[in-house]
């Protein structure tokens, strides 16, 4: 029983870090996306998007604006989705690493939970920042926007 939950733990741990990487990938381009997509910014965007939005602009007959919601839409989705299953898998494999360490449970229960507070402490405090860097530039770029009309 014990090795193979061992197995099914190192399965979960796997899948997860694999998930993980999917989910952070997904947000970082569903935030870099995020201006072209939603306010018409114009800065270098993977073919692939301006290619999709045609599509769905010439294939569904929906305007620009929709066919970019719609696009923001499906990668958030996405991520939301890898979030998701990287968080189920988290749990799934803490619930089996309690399950075959039930002795030790009483000991290290008040320090998990310390833990686990600091952990996510730590982690809002770091998405804070990123957002916050992000804001930031956005609003510097924004700011040092000049509009080629109005050189010439």
């Not at 029983?1 to 989910?23: D, P, T």
């Not at 620009?64 to 996405?78: G, M, Q, R, Y």
């Not at 890898?82 to 030790?104: C, D, G």
């Not at 405090?125 to 916050?132: A, K, T």
């Amino acid at each position: 029983m014990n090795q193979h939950s061992s197995k099914q733990r190192e399965v979960f741990f796997y899948l997860g870090i694999a998930f993980l990487i999917i989910s952070l990938i997904l947000v970082g381009i569903v935030f870099y996306l995020l201006p072209h997509l939603l306010f018409g910014w114009v800065y270098d965007v993977p073919y692939f998007i301006m290619h999709w939005r045609g599509a769905i602009v010439q294939f569904y007959g929906f305007s620009n604006i929709t066919a970019s919601w719609v696009i923001f839409a499906i990668l958030f989705t996405l991520a939301i989705l890898s979030i998701s299953i990287t968080v189920f898998l988290s749990v799934s494999n803490t619930q089996i690493e309690r399950e075959t360490k039930a002795p030790e449970k009483a000991v290290r229960d008040g320090r998990l939970s310390r833990d686990l507070q600091s952990t996510s402490y730590h982690l809002i405090r770091i998405i804070m920042l990123v957002l916050l860097i992000i804001a930031i530039v956005e609003i510097f770029e924004f700011i040092i926007f000049i509009d080629e009309k109005a050189v010439l």
